[in-house]
Each structure stands twice: as structure tokens, then as C-alpha cells.
């Protein structure tokens, strides 16, 4: 089966400009998670979805992003008036259940570049 | 809240050789789980092998198996046989398996990029 999907696989804007990004977890997979990639930093958490409700959001950095999940499918992660520091790779993951013991798996993720 | 420390940016080693990434952690709890990682230039992270914290015994896949020193919060990664398509960055990472806020999402380090010479 397919595994997750992302898109745009990369996205440039203009600073103050609104993004999405969009992802599609595995067929079934009833939690989606979004981190971000940040140059030389490791992967921080952002927000995560069981079904569509989202019962984590401490992890989103401003209240200029936000994240909705519709029909438990695909998920949007919007970033309004976009600033250089928002500049970084985005990937979603996708497992099961929110489980501990289910195995996450990742997109290939969408590079976002604000110039 | 937990910390996962990669305290090697870059690691390079020989077609053919071992090599061990070091990882170490900081929680206050007594069972978790810990990954290794590995995301190569496509970007896509690919799970290598995961430890539970209270399995005594050391994971391994195939070439790959840690070094699980729960003492030390230490968890590295052995490597042998090293191949061409092991280049990439590794990633150690740790996840609570409590509920709660912060037990869902993994928590990374910030990675080994690994070299691979011919």
C-alpha cells in the first residue's frame, strides 16, 4: 500500500505570505503526527491528531500555525504571515492508533523556503 | 520533560567497517521506548531499530543492533558491515509510554550524519 504522502514536496513564499501544507497518512491510520525539521536541529514536535481531534497542540510554535484533520484523513498544516525562522522542513507521520507501540511513518516531507 | 543528546554532528567509516553512534537521554521514567533513525538525502525517515527499556536484552536487525545501557541512559548504535546506502543522518529518539501531554510524539536528537568511504 501506499505509505504517507506530502505535498508540496517544496514550497517558496514570500515573507507574510499564508502556506499550506498538506498530508496524506497510510489508509487506516487513525493518528497523524506533524514535526519540523529545522537546519542542524532535530526533529520538533508540533502537533498531533487521533481521529480528527487534536488533543496535543503544545508543541506548535505561534498561534500562526495551525493544523486541522478532516474525514480522519488528510491533515493541513497552515502557517500564517510567514517569517524567515519558519523556514524548515515539515513532515507528517502517521501510525495506527496514538499508541506508544505503534510505529510511526514518516512522509518524505515539504520543504518550506521564506525568502 | 525528556532530552535525547547526539553529541556526534558528523561520523564518517570505511565500506566494510563497524561504526557506533553514541545517543544518550534524560527521563525520570522508568520504562519508555527508544529508536534509532534514519533519514537519507531523499528525506524520508526510516525507522532502523526500536529498544523497549524494559527488554534487558540489546535489539538487533540484521547489521544493525544498540548497545542499551539503561543505567547510563545510553543508547548507541552498531553498524557493521557498513554499505554505500548507509550514508545518511541518524537520528536517536525517545517516546514515553504514558499518557498524557508530550507522550505521543517522539522526541529526537539532532542527528549523526554518517559517511560512508569506498
Known amino acids: 500500500g501506499a505509505g504517507v504522502s506530502q505535498s508540496p514536496s517544496n514550497k517558496v513564499t514570500e515573507k507574510g505570505k499564508d502556506v499550506e501544507l498538506r498530508c496524506d497518512p497510510i489508509s487506516g491510520h487513525t493518528a497523524l503526527y506533524w514535526y519540523r525539521q529545522s537546519l542542524g536541529q532535530g526533529l520538533e514536535f508540533l502537533i498531533y491528531?487521533?481521529?480528527?481531534?487534536?488533543?496535543?497542540k503544545s508543541g506548535l510554535p505561534s498561534d500562526r500555525f495551525s493544523a486541522e484533520r478532516t474525514g480522519g484523513s488528510v491533515s493541513t498544516l497552515t502557517i500564517q504571515r510567514t517569517q524567515q525562522e519558519d523556514s524548515a522542513v515539515y513532515l507528517c507521520?502517521?501510525?495506527?492508533?496514538?499508541?506508544?507501540?505503534?510505529?510511526?511513518?514518516f512522509g518524505p516531507g515539504t520543504r518550506l523556503t521564506v525568502t | 520533560a525528556q532530552t535525547v543528546t547526539q553529541s556526534q554532528p558528523e561520523m564518517s567509516v570505511q565500506e566494510a567497517e563497524t561504526v557506533t553512534l553514541s545517543c544518550t537521554y534524560d527521563?525520570?521514567?522508568?520504562?519508555?521506548?527508544l529508536f534509532w533513525y534514519k533519514q537519507p538525502p531523499s528525506r524520508q525517515m526510516i525507522l532502523v531499530i526500536r529498544?523497549?527499556?524494559?527488554?534487558?536484552q540489546n535489539a538487533t536487525e540484521n547489521r544493525f543492533s544498540v548497545n542499551f545501557q539503561k543505567a547510563a541512559k545510553s543508547f548507541s548504535l552498531k553498524i557493521s558491515d557498513s554499505q554505500l546506502g548507509d550514508a545518511a543522518m541518524y537520528f536517536c529518539a525517545y517516546r514515553s509510554p504514558y499518557s498524557g501531554a508530550g507522550s505521543y510524539q517522539l522526541t529526537f536528537g539532532k542527528g549523526t550524519k554518517l559517511s560512508v568511504i569506498p
Open positions: 507521520a502517521s501510525s495506527l492508533r496514538a499508541v506508544p507501540t505503534n510505529e510511526q511513518y
Open positions: 529498544q523497549e527499556a524494559y527488554k534487558q
Open positions: 491528531f487521533q481521529g480528527n481531534s487534536a488533543p496535543d
Open positions: 527521563t525520570s521514567e522508568s520504562d519508555y521506548y
